[in-house]
């Protein structure tokens, strides 16, 4: 059975960081392709980034130069540093596995708060 679950979120002041984590079982992390996804209140879910098993990276244009997208073969887990945070980055984040760069997600995980003050 095929299980990703998330750590990591939190609350913090805008301008501050936090480091998401993705733990994968289940699948052979080496041949998936990891994303991170997230849901503001009110809004549809997003792509924010995703990494390929070459360790090529991909990221919405509202975090590029902020959040840096990143995976450790050997402990099966995909992190997501988030620096220089905004309130307009509180959501509910999600990690995702998927088989290749334009496939739908397979498997999602459980997601984890993300909250910005200011």
């Known amino acids: 059975q095929v299980q990703l679950v998330e750590s990591g979120g939190g609350l913090v002041q805008a301008g501050g960081s936090l480091r998401l984590s993705c733990t994968a079982s289940g699948i052979t992390f080496t041949r998936t392709v990891l994303a991170w996804y997230r849901q503001a209140p009110g809004k549809q879910r997003e792509l924010v980034a995703q990494?390929?098993?070459?360790?090529?990276?991909d990221y919405v244009d509202s975090v590029k130069g902020r959040f840096t997208i990143s995976r450790d073969n050997a402990k099966n887990t995909v992190y997501l540093q988030m620096n220089s945070l905004k309130p307009e980055d509180t959501a509910v984040y999600y990690c995702?596995?998927?088989?290749?760069?334009?496939?739908?997600?397979?498997?999602w995980g459980q997601g984890t708060q993300v909250t910005i003050s200011s």
């Open positions: 995702a596995a998927k088989n290749s760069l334009f496939t739908a997600v397979h498997t």
């Open positions: 990494i390929t098993t070459g360790r090529i990276t």
